[in-house]
C-alpha cells in the first residue's frame, strides 16, 4: 500500500503517528498533517524535519482536510471535536486509526514481525531492525521511538526505516487493544504487566496475538508471559529466558556493568553458543536481547551473526539516556512511565552508588488512577532511602479528562512509607527544587512518557547545572 494514496494524520507528531507517516511518505503516498504541539508551539525541530521532507503541515483548524480523497488518520486521542475530524466528516472522506492503518500495512506484508508486551517493545524492535539491517536483510521499521543507529543528518528523527517492503519489524500496541487486528509471520512477547489495562484482558490479547502467529518469542522469565506462551499451542513456540531450563533460548554467565552487559547464549535445539558484549545496562536489557535473538532466530539468521549485531547496538531516545554531567551532576532522560518500566531502571541505576533525584510526570490522569496503587509500590520498594522523588500534574494537553487522583496522591502515600516525595503542579517549580538539591555524585533522573518537551526539560536541566561551573560532559 501507498503509491497514489492520500492521508491527513491528525496528530502528525505523535510518537506512533510520525514514523508510519514517514514510511508512508518514502513509499510513495501523499503526506500531510496537523498537530496540536505544532499549534503551541512545542517540539519546533520535529516539525521542521517533517515540512523538510516535503510534508505539508497544516493548523489543526480542519483547513488541511480539503478532499473527500483524503483518509484521515488519527490517534486514540483525537476526539470527534477536532475541527479535522468535523471536516473529514463534512466532505465524507474516509477516517482510520492509526493502528488500523498500521495494521492494514503489517498485514499486507509477507512477513511481518510484531512485537508486544508491556515493556521494552520499543527497544526489542529496534534491537531486531539491526540486526536484521546488520543481516543484509534491509528490512522495514517502524518503531515509537528513535533509533539511534539509524540516525544520520538527513533522518535525525530515526523512529521508521524504508526497506525492503516485504519484510516488516514493527511495535504493535495493546493500550488500545488493537494488536487484535494484527497477523503477524513472528510474533514477540516481552512482557505481561499492569499497564492500560487490568490484567484478564491482557492476557486475552497477547494470547489471541500469539495465536495468530507462524512462529511466537516468548520471555518465559516473566510469568504472565509464560502463562500464555504455555496454552498458545497451535504455533511454534520459541521460549527465551535467563538460567531458564525451560528456555529454547538460554541466556547465563551475566556480568553487569553500569554501560553494559555481558552474557552467554545457547540454542537447546542445534546447540549453537555465543557471546553477547551488549553496550545497554541492566537485566531488563538481556531479556530484551533474547527477544530479539529469538526473532532474528525465527527468520534465519546465524545465532553468531545476531550476537555480533547486538554488540553495535546503540539504543534509544529517551530509554535510560545519558545526557550529560555537570557539576558533578549527571542527568538522565527516560521513558518508564508504568510500574514495570519504572522498576527496571530504578533496579539498574540503583546497581551504581548515587543518590537519585527523581521526576515523575504521569502520562495521563486516567493512567494515573489505574495505576495508582501499582505505582506507590513501586516506588516505595525501588527508591533508596536517600533518594527523593517530584511529581508535577500528569501530562495534559487538552480534551476531557476525570482528575480523581493526583500526583499529591502518589507522594503522600510514598511518605507514608517513609520515602522522601514531594509534589508541586507545575514541572519548572519541581526542578527548581532538584536543582537546589542536587550535589556531586547525584544523578537526576527525568522519567515520563507522551510528552516530547520532557527531553527539552532534561537538557534544561543540565544546562542549569554547567552555569554553575564544572564543565559539561556529553555521553
Not at 160 to 180: C, Q, R, T
Not at 222 to 229: G, H, L
Not at 386 to 398: A, C, E, K
Not at 425 to 434: K, L, Q, T
Request: one cysteine or more; hydrophobic letters at 45%.
Amino acid at each position: 500500500m501507498a503509491g497514489n494514496e492520500d492521508y491527513f494524520f491528525c496528530g502528525i507528531g505523535g510518537s506512533g503517528m510520525m514514523p508510519l507517516a514517514l514510511l508512508l511518505h518514502a513509499r510513495g503516498a501523499t503526506v500531510a498533517g496537523s498537530d496540536r504541539s505544532l499549534d503551541q508551539g512545542r517540539t519546533a525541530e520535529k516539525f521542521r524535519f517533517l515540512a523538510a521532507q516535503g510534508i505539508a503541515l497544516y493548523p489543526q483548524d480542519g483547513s488541511g482536510v480539503t478532499r473527500a480523497q483524503q483518509t484521515l488518520v488519527t490517534s486514540a486521542a483525537v476526539e470527534a471535536t477536532v475541527p479535522d475530524v468535523q471536516a473529514a466528516c463534512r466532505l465524507g472522506a474516509r477516517q482510520m486509526t492509526r493502528a488500523a492503518l498500521l495494521a492494514d500495512l503489517f498485514n499486507a506484508t509477507p512477513c511481518g514481525v510484531g512485537v508486544a508486551g508491556t515493556s521494552g517493545k520499543s527497544t526489542t524492535t529496534a534491537m531486531i531492525g539491526w540486526i536484521l539491517h546488520a543481516a543484509g536483510r534491509r528490512p522495514s521499521i517502524v518503531n515509537g521511538a528513535v533509533m539511534k543507529n539509524f540516525i544520520a543528518a538527513e533522518a535525525p528523527f530515526a523512529s521508521a526505516l524504508v526497506g525492503d517492503p516485504s519484510l516488516l519489524v514493527s511495535e504493535v500496541d495493546e493500550s488500545d487493544g488493537s494488536i487484535a487486528l494484527y497477523t503477524p509471520a513472528v510474533a514477540v512477547l516481552t512482557n505481561i504487566a499492569l499497564d492500560h489495562k487490568a490484567l484478564p484482558e491482557l492476557r486475552a490479547l497477547f494470547g489471541s496475538f500469539l495465536g495468530r502467529a507462524a512462529t511466537a518469542v516468548v520471555n518465559i522469565d516473566n510469568d504472565e508471559a509464560a502463562a500464555v506462551a504455555a496454552d498458545a499451542t497451535r504455533q511454534r513456540i520459541v521460549r527465551v529466558g535467563i538460567n531458564n531450563g525451560a528456555a529454547d533460548l538460554c541466556a547465563g554467565d551475566l556480568a553487569l556493568a553500569p554501560d553494559g552487559v555481558r552474557f552467554s547464549v545457547s540454542e537447546r535445539e542445534g546447540g549453537a553458543c555465543a557471546i553477547v558484549e551488549l553496550p545497554l545496562p541492566g537485566r531488563h536489557n538481556v531479556e530484551n536481547a533474547l527477544c530479539a535473538l529469538g526473532a532474528a532466530r525465527a527468520l534465519n539468521v546465524p545465532l553468531a551473526t545476531a550476537a555480533a549485531a547486538l554488540a553495535r547496538f546503540q539504543g534509544l531516545n529517551r530509554r535510560l539516556e545519558v545526557i550529560g554531567t555537570a557539576a558533578g551532576v549527571t542527568v538522565i532522560d527516560d521513558f518508564a512511565h508504568n510500574p514495570d518500566k519504572i522498576a527496571a531502571t530504578l533496579t539498574t541505576l540503583r546497581a551504581v552508588p548515587g543518590r537519585l533525584l527523581v521526576l515523575f510526570q504521569p502520562h495521563g490522569f486516567g493512567p494515573l488512577r489505574l495505576l495508582k496503587d501499582a505505582l506507590i509500590a513501586c516506588f516505595a520498594r525501588h527508591l533508596g532511602p536517600d533518594d527523593h522523588l517530584f511529581m508535577p500534574d500528569p501530562v495534559y494537553f487538552g480534551g476531557t479528562v476525570e482528575r480523581s487522583v493526583t500526583s499529591r496522591d502518589i507522594v503522600e502515600a510514598l511518605k507514608a512509607h517513609g520515602r522522601r516525595a514531594d509534589s508541586w503542579p507545575e514541572r519548572a517549580v519541581c526542578g527548581d527544587h532538584i536543582l537546589r538539591l542536587a550535589q556531586p555524585g547525584d544523578r537526576i533522573v527525568v522519567m515520563g512518557a507522551r510528552d516530547d518537551t520532557l527531553a527539552d526539560f532534561a537538557a534544561l536541566l543540565l544546562a542549569r547545572l554547567q552555569q554553575r561551573g564544572g564543565g559539561t560532559v556529553l555521553p
